[in-house]
């Protein structure tokens, strides 16, 4: 009986450890971002789907984004606060369904160890201002950087440079 507890056990806490942040309602807000609202004030600010990916750390569905058309001269921010994120001279087609970009705008992103998936550790990137998730970032990246960051459409606002040709 001991053994099969301790076999119950050890397989039963990694499997209940994975993802548990995103269960416990804001987590993100522990962490003292600059930018912060109560649950209810986000909800209201961002609505159900843009929700669930900024402070739920869900992701939308590949190939969802108009932002995958998106060819303007522009910016990209933070669907949550505001903060410019990423310049579009930085997007590319990386084929994944979602909208990519080879490097960020100085100081705007943070990142995070990510273990919630069973494939092993992915680089989670968050909104340095309020901490919404934003997505992910890989080594598979185009030059100059070798960097994939890919990115919920939902968690970005376009912001067209003023003047711009596209």
Same mark, same amino acid.
């Given at each position: 009986?001991?053994?099969?507890?301790?076999?119950?056990?050890?397989? /039963?806490?990694?499997?209940?450890?994975?993802?548990?942040?995103?269960?416990?309602?804001?987590?993100r807000a522990a962490e003292g971002f600059p930018f912060q609202l109560s649950e209810s004030e986000w909800r209201?600010?961002l609505g159900d789907k843009a929700y669930a990916v900024l402070r739920e750390e869900d992701t939308e569905p590949?190939?969802?984004?108009?932002?995958?058309?998106?060819?303007?001269?522009? +910016?990209? /921010?933070?669907?949550?606060?505001?903060?410019?994120?990423?310049?579009?001279?930085?997007?590319?087609?990386?084929? +994944?369904?979602?909208?990519?970009?080879?490097?960020?705008?100085?100081?705007?992103?943070?990142?995070?160890?990510?273990?919630?998936?069973?494939?092993? +550790?992915?680089?989670?990137?968050?909104?340095?201002?309020?901490?919404?998730?934003?997505?992910?970032?890989?080594?598979?990246?185009?030059?100059?950087?070798?960097?994939?960051?890919?990115?919920?459409?939902? /968690?970005?606002?376009?912001?067209?440079?003023?003047?711009? /040709?596209?």
């Amino acid at each position: 009986m001991r053994r099969r507890r301790l076999m119950t056990l050890l397989l /039963a806490t990694p499997v209940l450890s994975l993802g548990l942040a995103r269960l416990l309602p804001g987590s993100r807000a522990a962490e003292g971002f600059p930018f912060q609202l109560s649950e209810s004030e986000w909800r209201q600010r961002l609505g159900d789907k843009a929700y669930a990916v900024l402070r739920e750390e869900d992701t939308e569905p590949p190939g969802s984004s108009p932002l995958l058309e998106e060819k303007r001269t522009g +910016t990209y /921010a933070c669907a949550g606060c505001g903060q410019d994120l990423f310049r579009s001279e930085t997007k590319y087609d990386s084929g +994944t369904g979602w909208p990519s970009f080879y490097d960020v705008i100085d100081g705007a992103v943070g990142t995070r160890e990510d273990r919630s998936l069973f494939l092993g +550790t992915r680089t989670e990137v968050h909104c340095s201002r309020c901490g919404g998730h934003l997505g992910h970032v890989f080594e598979d990246g185009p030059p100059p950087t070798g960097l994939r960051y890919c990115i919920n459409g939902l /968690a970005l606002e376009f912001r067209p440079q003023t003047g711009a /040709a596209g």
